[in-house]
């Protein structure tokens, strides 16, 4: 076949014209377009809101930075709130990590058949609101209640104060943010061959040290992707402050609400949002660093 | 094989069922020390479970396994003095190759310079590349990843080494030098391999011994070459490698009679009444008369294959249809669909049971 040069030239630039806009990226398109106003939009309002003048709604007309300049301010003492929010959320971390791992390796390698089930009881409570298991729980806990009025009807001293305290707010988050750390962990852990196992444990390694030296580090990607959804949520978790916490603990979700509402600062309240994401992104970022996938998957 | 040596391993009814279904069934056996013994046998015989037993990955529903006349039943895996090639290799995927082969002496507690110089000795030894030392496994190559399994398993200095079929996932070439490397490595180590295939080829070039295994049970046990000139059944001598079969039934004058061609046949035999008459392809050669062999029968010449050094034939006799191979140097080739007479001598055809 005989193909002039300028037919090749003309292949050649129809090529090129694809490669601006591939396929993919156009079928992608539609949901560029859904994030843009969606995610993004809202997102840069925000940002435009931290700047503008404090008290008013002129977005993007104004610029001043006396909102973040207030949130510094020595005599402020909003600060308290990110350090309970981020206390609270890394503890729900700590003790979620700690409770859902033996659960996760049950569903992983020992309930076998069962394992479908026992997910379907963790992912059940997810059909119903938040608010509303969280007053579940009120009822559990308060004077009179189940616990309290259980233990009563046995003759028993009443059940503990627990409610309205820091604790029901930790037990709450704890409760509500379960599954977003047993599923990655379970699927982490899943993924762990089996073979490797009895392989170390055929090399005389101790069950102890198979854990540290093959389970641990093999399911960590799922550990660790588990760790950053709780943190994230928990982070911007508010109705177990109020509802369990009974505002005994003013986390910084509140505040920003309290912004946003009763004291109509909406840039105030935008600027403690962006303060809010820069902490959480940096902390995010810094976990997905440790997260190194190319060397779990052996591409270095 | 190194003789004068004792057993290392000895099995006794050794038994696996699971459920309903018994995987491996009251198997004796025993190995001796420093040999290479091959268990063959088709897929979903029983032989990974045996293994796995020895291995102490699986618990004996009963019988007994001892190693050096104790008792290991109840001995965990990481307490036997055994290890195990996996199929996967199952080589760790977050470890680079000299950690991987360093990974027995690290929980055995060798201190960190001393078990990276074993591991690099060993390297030499399994002819791994020093470089790759730093490398992630899985960027080694599948022949390079079977050394550093090996490598591992020699870092863990076990008394018997088991092989899962680690060869099966490679390509025909490499499978070959690795097969013959792995001979060299266990002539210059001294220690006992156990290896399980259900590849023939494999056993045939690696093993001191075989043992074929068939529905849970051990069939034969022997040299490759008494397994394959003198299997004790039709399984044995049909699994190990081409062969042609004839019902045949003991008549009299010690020779033996098959419906399927006439004749009677002069063969090395059992004692049994009724089995079958086998002759292996290069045992059965084209004659030019009666006379020219012990046993001799008229077939037609259906076609003609060529292997590379060898020329097969398939004939037609009666109903049956036979396989015979001979060199390419010897003589000339008949012409298809003609009449020829195919013989064999008495010595290299065996009446076998069922």
Redesign the interface.
């Known amino acids: 076949m005989v193909v002039s040069g300028s037919a090749i030239e003309d292949t050649a630039r129809r090529r090129e014209r694809h490669r601006l806009l591939s396929v993919g990226a156009r079928c992608a398109i539609p949901v560029y377009l859904l994030l843009a106003t969606g995610f993004l939009a809202p997102l840069v309002a925000i940002i435009g809101f931290s700047f503008a003048t404090p008290r008013g709604y002129d977005a993007f007309r104004t610029f001043t930075l006396a909102n973040y300049a207030t949130i510094f301010d020595p005599a402020n003492t909003v600060w308290t709130s990110f350090a309970r929010s981020l206390v609270l959320a890394g503890l729900t971390v700590a003790i979620l990590a700690v409770l859902a791992y033996p659960i996760a390796y049950g569903l992983a390698r020992v309930f076998g058949r069962w394992s479908g089930l026992v997910s379907l009881l963790f992912v059940f409570p997810l059909f119903v609101s938040e608010n509303i298991r969280l007053y579940g729980w009120v009822l559990f806990f308060i004077k009179g209640g189940v616990l309290d009025g259980t233990l009563n009807a046995l003759g028993l001293p009443g059940g503990p104060d627990l409610l309205f305290t820091p604790a029901a707010t930790l037990f709450g988050m704890v409760y509500v943010y379960l599954p977003f750390m047993l599923f990655p962990m379970t699927l982490g852990l899943s993924m762990v061959p089996n073979d490797l196992i009895e392989a170390g444990r055929d090399m005389g390694a101790s069950r102890l040290q198979i854990w540290r030296e093959i389970e641990l580090p093999l399911a960590m990607p799922g550990i660790l992707i588990g760790m950053l959804l709780t943190f994230v949520l928990a982070v911007g978790a508010v109705a177990e402050s109020k509802v369990l916490g009974g505002q005994s603990i003013i986390v910084i979700t509140h505040d920003i609400e309290i912004a946003f509402t009763y004291a109509q600062n909406w840039p105030l309240g935008s600027a403690l949002a962006v303060l809010l994401m820069l902490v959480v992104g940096v902390l995010t970022f810094a976990g997905i660093a440790g997260l190194d996938l190319d060397r779990i998957l052996g591409r270095r | 094989m190194p003789a004068g040596r004792g057993p290392i391993l000895s099995l006794s009814r050794l038994t696996k069922r699971f459920g309903p279904a018994t995987a491996v069934d009251a198997i004796d056996l025993e190995v001796r020390d420093g040999e290479f013994l091959t268990i063959v046998g088709p897929s979903g015989c029983g032989k990974t479970t045996l293994l796995r037993m020895l291995?102490?990955?699986e618990q004996p529903s009963d019988g007994e396994i001892v190693l050096r006349g104790r008792a290991i039943n109840d001995l965990?895996?990481?307490?036997?003095p055994?290890?195990?090639v996996?199929q996967?290799l199952?080589l760790?995927?977050?470890r680079t190759v000299g950690e991987n082969i360093a990974?027995?002496l690290?929980?055995?507690g060798m201190p960190p310079a001393a078990r990276e110089a074993r591991a690099r000795e060993l390297m030499r030894l399994m002819r791994l590349p020093e470089h790759h030392f730093a490398r992630?496994?899985?960027?080694c190559s599948g022949g390079e990843r079977q050394r550093v399994a090996l490598a591992?398993?020699f870092a863990?200095d076990p008394e018997i080494l088991f092989f899962d079929e680690p060869l099966s996932a490679l390509d025909y070439k490499l499978k070959k030098t690795l097969e013959k490397e792995l001979k060299d490595i266990h002539k210059e180590s001294g220690k006992t391999f156990i290896y399980i295939t259900h590849s023939l080829e494999e056993a045939m070039v690696m093993s001191d011994r075989i043992a074929v295994m068939n529905a849970g049970r051990i069939v034969q046990v022997g040299t490759p070459e008494e397994i394959y000139t003198r299997p004790v059944n039709r399984f044995v001598a049909e699994f190990m490698g081409e062969v042609n079969v004839l019902p045949a039934r003991r008549g009299a004058g010690g020779l033996y009679a098959s419906d399927e061609v006439p004749g009677a046949f002069r063969v090395a035999g059992g004692a049994a009444e009724t089995g079958f008459i086998v002759v292996r392809p290069e045992f059965l050669r084209l004659v030019e008369s009666r006379e020219a062999a012990d046993n001799v029968i008229e077939a037609q010449l259906y076609n003609s294959y060529s292997l590379g050094s060898r020329q097969q034939y398939r004939v037609r006799a009666g109903d049956k249809s036979l396989v015979l191979e001979q060199s390419r140097a010897t003589g000339r080739a008949p012409a298809l669909d003609t009449r020829v007479l195919v013989g064999w001598d008495s010595r290299d055809g065996l009446f076998v049971e069922g």
């Not at chain 2, 965990?76 to 036997?80: A, K, L, V």
């Not at chain 2, 992630?136 to 960027?139: D, E, P, S, T, W």
């Open positions: 291995a102490g990955l965990p895996p990481n307490r036997r055994t290890c195990l996996f996967s199952a760790f995927p977050h990974f027995p690290k929980v055995k992630n496994v899985l960027r591992r398993a863990y």
